[in-house]
């Protein structure tokens, strides 16, 4: 499987050992439920600024602390809607700004270029804001992507996703490897290519493209 140049950033909660962050670690409700986005910022930017090769461990307040401003100046929610790629890359791209970071970004590519655009950004130690976005033209269609676990060499799906962002941290022919609600899961690419063609749109369902400047 391809990778993140580096592993992806140890958080340590308690006993716990997630897998990048996490939206029920919010304090608000609404950010509970709709703050996947600011999460699969959050971790792009816990990668490339907080954790060093030599240091892997990000310290749980100083990742709340780059969620919580991103969420407060940068990606407004719209309680029980989220937020959209469009808005996402522009206030991540007023964060780069302000924080004299030196990168790029802006939201979609077309289907036939987005795993090699996730493998560039791997290469590139990003982990990669990914949307499974909603059904599409009816908004409130049940269609789900399925998630999996794997348990030894087998993948087991126990949950299914819509109008989600995650962060994907590998790939290789078959599936994609994500960080979601702390977790590692899985999703088949074939089954997501399926989906968007099917029941939404590469319109939201799609990438935010990060590059160095």
């Given at each position: 499987m391809t990778g993140l140049k580096r592993p992806l950033f140890e958080l340590h909660k308690e006993a716990e050992r997630p897998y990048g962050g996490a939206q029920q670690w919010f304090s608000k409700n609404y950010l509970r439920k709709c703050g996947c986005g600011v999460i699969a910022c959050a971790n792009i930017l816990a990668q490339k600024e907080i954790a060093t090769p030599e240091k892997r461990e990000v310290d749980m307040a100083d990742y709340m602390k780059i969620a919580n401003r991103l969420k407060s100046f940068y990606l407004p929610i719209i309680p029980g809607q989220g937020i959209n790629g469009w808005v996402m890359s522009l206030g991540i791209n007023l964060y780069f700004l302000i924080h004299r970071l030196p990168y790029k970004?802006?939201?979609?590519?077309?289907?036939?270029?987005?795993?090699?655009?996730?493998?560039?950004?791997?290469?590139?130690?990003?982990?990669?804001?990914?949307?499974?976005?909603?059904?599409?033209?009816?908004?409130?269609?049940?269609?789900?992507?399925?998630?999996?676990?794997?348990?030894?060499?087998?993948?087991?799906?126990?949950?299914?996703?819509?109008?989600?962002?995650?962060?994907?941290?590998?790939?290789?022919?078959?599936?994609?490897?994500?960080?979601?609600?702390?977790?590692?899961?899985?999703?088949?690419?074939?089954?997501?290519?399926?989906?968007?063609?099917?029941?939404?749109?590469?319109?939201?369902?799609?990438?935010?493209?990060?590059?160095?400047?």
């Open positions: 970004a802006f939201w979609g590519v077309s289907a036939k270029k987005m795993d090699a655009r996730i493998e560039r950004m791997l290469s590139e130690d990003t982990p990669v804001c990914f949307s499974i976005g909603p059904n599409f033209p009816n908004l409130f269609g049940k269609k789900m992507v399925r998630l999996y676990s794997r348990e030894g060499d087998k993948y087991v799906s126990n949950s299914e996703i819509n109008g989600h962002y995650v962060s994907v941290t590998g790939m290789d022919d078959t599936w994609y490897e994500i960080s979601t609600w702390g977790r590692k899961m899985y999703v088949k690419r074939e089954e997501f290519r399926e989906y968007v063609k099917k029941h939404s749109c590469s319109l939201f369902s799609n990438v935010l493209v990060v590059r160095h400047k």
